[in-house]
């Protein structure tokens, strides 16, 4: 938990007992059905909760927006982000159900009435759209981008001299340079290394398109 105040000071106390909440959540359902890697489950906030909130890092969502998360396992980026910004609504989805399982028994615990759940594939949601996608380590990004394109509305907001526009921002690592080429996108790319300086984040990317 300090991690994370390390580098987020602005918390509420429903915030911050909502993410002091998380690690023991994760652990106890951890051990009934395995979505974290035993190793990792040690250093979920680094690893997990931190790494999720990189985009909160850089991008300051306005109250309203929609957000899905493609393939959120066991709900990350989404669950971190709800935290964050509970005034935006986070549909998390995943092909698995009994990841959304844990999901939904977190949102309970934590009181997170701003997600909700989907047990499907993003390319099967039909009939709703949303402000931006998310997704973390799910698939190469010329699939993320086929399967958000048609989930996205045409959303555009200005926070101080940066103007967004509804887009894919997925967390990644490592030599990125063909997964970009083959997807014919341009992201913008920031290094997760500039904003926590923790060696986990060495070689860890967060994509917009």
């Known amino acids: 938990m300090e991690i994370l105040q390390k580098y987020f000071s602005e918390f509420t106390e429903k915030q911050t007992n909502q993410f002091a909440a998380l ?29 999720s909130l990189s985009i909160a890092a850089i991008f300051d969502f306005p109250a309203g927006l929609e957000i899905v998360d493609i393939g959120t ?6 669950v971190p982000l709800a935290i964050f910004f509970p005034e935006v609504k986070f549909h998390l989805v995943d092909s698995i159900g009994k990841k ?6 977190i ?24 402000d931006f996608a998310v997704s973390r380590a799910v698939a190469p990004l010329k699939d993320l981008l086929r399967w958000s394109k048609p989930l996205l509305k045409n959303t555009k907001f200005e926070r101080g001299n ?3 526009r509804s887009g894919l921002i997925c967390l990644k690592g490592g030599d990125l340079a063909q997964e970009i080429s083959e997807s014919g996108a341009k992201p ?4 997760i290394s500039n904003l926590f300086e923790e060696e986990y984040f060495k070689e860890k990317y967060l994509l917009y398109v």
């Open 23 to 51: 690690g023991e959540l994760y652990k106890d359902w951890n051990e009934k059905i395995n979505v974290i890697s035993r190793k990792d489950i040690e250093n979920i906030y680094e690893k997990h909760i931190l790494h």
């Open 73 to 78: 396992g066991g709900g990350f980026p989404g």
């Open 100 to 105: 959304l399982k844990i999901i939904e028994a």
């Open 107 to 130: 949102k309970e615990a934590i009181d997170l009435p701003n997600i909700t759940t989907q047990h499907t594939r993003a390319e099967e949601i039909k009939n709703r759209k949303f």
């Open 162 to 164: 940066e103007v967004y």
């Open 188 to 191: 913008k790319m920031i290094e």
